[in-house]
């Protein structure tokens, strides 16, 4: 048999697997350090709005948009659009910091 780049192509038949196959160690086995190094983006979601496409048209600098969320409700934390934990924004020096209050667990 021939491929379309006209290269040979062989065969190969694959076995079935059978149902009572042992199960092997997991891949992490519970060694987290291999992945302690891995980095991930997280997001911090203050609050959302929806707006007409000609609202959105219409803004100008110095203008301000109305969030869903008050001062008093907590930030959404995410990881990879994901929730995984909810706080309160903090001033850290010059710069937004989040209190962590709340952590998902699922």
Do not use: W, Y
């Amino acid at each position: 048999m021939i491929s379309e780049n006209g290269k040979p192509v062989q065969r190969i038949k694959l076995g079935e697997l059978e149902n009572d196959v042992e199960v092997g160690r997991r891949v992490l086995d519970g060694n987290i350090d291999v992945i302690r190094n891995v980095k991930v983006r997280v997001t911090v979601s203050a609050g959302r709005c929806e707006l007409a496409v000609k609202d959105l048209l219409d803004l100008r600098e110095n203008a301000v948009l109305t969030l869903d969320k008050t001062t008093r409700d907590p930030v959404d934390v995410l990881i990879d659009g994901k929730v995984v934990a909810r706080g309160s924004l903090v001033a850290v020096g010059d710069h937004f910091g989040v209190r962590i209050t709340e952590v998902h667990t699922s």
